[in-house]
């Protein structure tokens, strides 16, 4: 195993409360609206996809110490290292010291309004019938991948229930690694949480995931 | 590093994060990666005109009119931007509707996503650890942190956002408010209740 991420949180213990916030509190640092803007503008160059920028963030090996802008700062500096977009000199010295590698595009301020109204879908049409259906006892892959993916940890090789069929969309694990967009269809698969947390489990809670059609097997067994 | 800085205000005040962070716009800029107009509006725009007050005005179309309701069950995509909401980080919604039988709460385990276009920016607890480990399993315990108890007979559902749909809770409509306009229903409408760790103001919990 080389892939190693630092973000699957779900169900991890050792935690204590969590610190509610007033509406109106959008930053803590001075640092945080630029950068923002800056993960945001240079998101929109297309120099990489969503996926590998998530990628880029749960790899970091102070993921844990790291406030969410500053991983998102680290996070940059590294997807445009490995580009070499930007190099640790340039850094520390606050200028440009080696010459720029173009991007495929530059947002520019009166773009950004209809830039964010658009977004970035990730429907795409289906070649291929849905595997599952809503009601469909499925169970999930229990191997862990070397690589970016969306299965938590906490429900790999669980039995759930498809409960919404969502469409065709963009594999996140081939599309951080590269590899294409790969669609799959999604579902969102529900599971009792005696299925996740055994004993430990809170009467009366399911817990729901978003799961591609490559995370899931038929559960041969019936329903949960 | 600030004598070389092609600016020349005092950065005695300013700490490493700003230092590192006005360095990299002054690169980005300067080799054409960027326009630094752009973050002014980036910034300004998740300042004032996309946050929680637009997801309050679904909510409260969705309490006031049953056919936008039904629409926004059905479609939510397409019922929220036809009152303009749409698009980064709200490509693909669904709206999550509470009962009384069912409390719905959004989270994200693998890392923050959230609805931007109806939410805005996402607060720091969302993105922090405790609440991304315990939503999923204690989430009776992340409630009571926010001060909100439900019915031991309430069903809990958490969504996790382990993809690109993102989800939209509405809250159970408060009793008594049968005469309010749509916007006093929205001011009744808080951010928390949205996402499911709160209940709008006035419910009775």
């Known amino acids: 195993m080389t892939y190693t991420t630092h973000a699957d949180l779900g169900g991890q213990p050792g935690y204590g409360p969590v610190l509610p916030e007033p509406e109106g509190e959008l930053w803590h640092e001075a640092f945080e609206p630029k950068a923002l803007a ?12 969503i996926d590998q920028s998530r990628a880029a963030r749960e790899t970091l090996p102070d993921y844990a110490q790291l406030t969410y802008y500053r991983i998102w700062l680290a996070a940059l500096e590294k997807l445009m290292a490995e580009r070499g977009q930007l190099q640790p000199d340039e850094l520390a010295a606050g200028r440009m010291l080696h010459p720029p590698v173009p991007v495929k595009q530059v947002l520019a301020a009166a773009a950004v309004p209809a830039a964010l109204a658009r977004g970035s879908a990730t429907e795409r049409p289906a070649s291929a019938a849905a595997r599952f259906r809503v009601g469909d006892a499925v169970r999930t892959h229990i191997e862990i991948p070397d690589h970016h993916t969306r299965l938590p940890g906490y429900a790999r090789g669980r039995r759930g229930v498809v409960e919404r069929v969502h469409g065709v969309h963009v594999f996140a694990d081939s599309n951080a690694q590269g590899l294409g967009e790969q669609p799959q269809w999604l579902y969102s698969v529900a599971f009792d949480a005696s299925e996740l947390w055994g004993a430990d489990a809170q009467p009366g809670l399911k817990v729901a995931i978003d799961a591609w059609e490559p995370y899931l097997d038929a559960d041969a067994g019936g329903r949960p | 590093m600030s004598h070389e800085h092609p600016h020349h205000e005092d950065h005695s005040e300013l700490g490493e994060m700003d230092l590192r962070v006005r360095a990299l716009e002054t690169v980005l800029s300067q080799k054409g990666y960027i326009d630094p107009a752009a973050l002014d509006v980036l910034i300004e725009t998740y300042q004032t005109k996309i946050g929680p007050r637009n997801g309050a005005r679904v ?11 039904q629409w926004l069950e059905r479609d939510a995509t397409a019922a929220i931007a036809s009152l303009g909401y749409s698009g980064r980080q709200g490509e693909h919604m669904v709206a999550l509707f509470n009962t009384p039988q069912r409390h719905n709460l959004v989270v994200c385990t693998l890392c923050s996503c959230y609805p931007w276009p109806v939410l805005g920016l996402p607060p720091t607890w969302y993105k ?66 949205m996402i499911g760790t709160g209940l709008a103001r006035g419910s009775a919990a």
């Open chain 2, 128 to 193: 922090s650890a405790p609440y991304r480990a315990r939503a999923v399993k204690d989430p009776r315990g992340v409630l009571a942190d926010f001060g909100v108890t439900l019915p031991e007979a309430t069903e809990i559902r958490v969504w996790d956002s382990t993809a690109e749909v993102r989800y939209l809770v509405i809250p159970e409509r408060p009793a008594g408010t049968e005469g309010l306009s749509e916007e006093q229903l929205a001011d009744l409408v808080t951010r928390d209740s």
């Open chain 1, 38 to 49: 800056l993960t945001l503008a240079m998101g929109a160059t297309g120099s990489w996809n």
């Open chain 2, 59 to 69: 909510v409260a179309k969705a309490w006031a009119d049953p056919a936008f309701a």
